[in-house]
């Protein structure tokens, strides 16, 4: 049967949620977004299923996720119906939003799309982009936005964290920073990691990869915090990666300073030919052995 | 008796709050901080009371509010007597935060220094600063930040705004723009009006003037959306200004998007003659008569 595959951009709080990945008894972005989906595809108890490209974890925000759902010809059929067949992208964004908004202030779908041929929202991405914001001594403590930053009591050494961060640029064995995981590479590119002040003075984490094995941004940006408090030096650190093997020299921060806020996607034309790219690569483990991409 | 009068810099996220003016039985920004100061110089049935800079209503936010407040020698001599002598302006921030957040998670003191001889929180300062944030259908929807940005379903246009909020700027009467209050001047100097948008396509609203009236600011954004909206046009805009009696062409916006980002002071030198200044100007109609500055 043919089916119409949907990209959903979507952004989310993550104070409330745990995590984006379904679990029993638990409230989660992906069961909201969900239960949205079966609402408007007049079938309630219909199983949708999204496939997301980042499945960030509990506290983790988001401003740029993306998911695809595949829909049959009948619930496509459905949505139409409900508007006498005027369904454009711009109609089914904003119905999808009243149905979310009418139980969830913390979730908002930025666009709805009919996905290209090939398009995987989590084999097709060409890099996810993270952010992490910490408000330390030397900054502005902004209440409003204390729910996604970080509080730090005392000053960090911005430079210092700067220069680390882009030392651990490039492809290699993440192991240090990733929570071991039978059978998961952990070979990873890391694109981008800088340290910046935005305009108030709070410190903020850009890092980019491939992809990300689990908890590897907030490893990467505990290894940065530690550089920017004189406990770890930039050498120690080059030897940790090195090392290869999970870290305690320094922690894991919180998850509340994280936000998803990037996934790039190659050209159409080359949409299916990464995913499959992707797929050769991990197929060996199984999709259930990389759980945040 | 000899008193010792402390700034205080202040940030809080208004959601929460009454607004900031003390008010039986309900959560305030000004009975959180004076609960605080009473728990600090060890008297907590002890009166202690600030003066603030702008008395922001209820789910109004800053990040730049200034507050006074003059303690007894005995006071004083009661938070040194807690550190062996050794108070200092960072050590005095420190403590107070450590006591408010004890209770509250949304108010945050940036800074208590020794004010300055001739210093008044509220009669001192040249202007306040206001911010308005509106996400319309053009811009991102960040839910992180819906606390404290007005989320607009349809598309503004910006250019056509901030050519009206300019049009508005100078020394007039906005009684069109204040909830009259009887005895009140509502001659302003509007500093500074302008529609920028940030990084995100959010709408940012910079509102600048020496004192501001009853709601003013929000009246102010509210007459631009109206614009923006295309159904006030500038030239009406301008007849309701010179009018200057209450219009209802336009509504006055919601408080969540409204936060007071600065309240700016003369030279130290300048401090008392300042004041006596505002004083002078405001003294035939009290200080009831003008609640929000």
Redesign the interface.
Known sequence: METVRLRLDI???GTAFSGWSKQPGLRTVQEVIEDAIATLVRHPDLEVRLVVAGRTDAGV?A?GQVAHIDLTEQQWRAIAAARRGATTEASLTRRLNGIIAATA????I?RVTVAPEGFDARFSPLWRRYEYRIADATS?????????TLWHPSALDEAAMDAAARSLRGLHDFAAFCKPREGATTVRTLLDYEWTRDAEGVLIATVRADAFCHSMVRALVGAAVAVGLGKLEHDELTRILDAAVKANAFPVVAAKGL?LVEVAYPPDAELGARAELTRARREPVGRASDPSD
């Open positions: 952004a989310y709080d925000h401003t202030k913390d979730v908002v930025s502005g403590h902004d209440p409003r936005r204390r729910a996604h936000t």
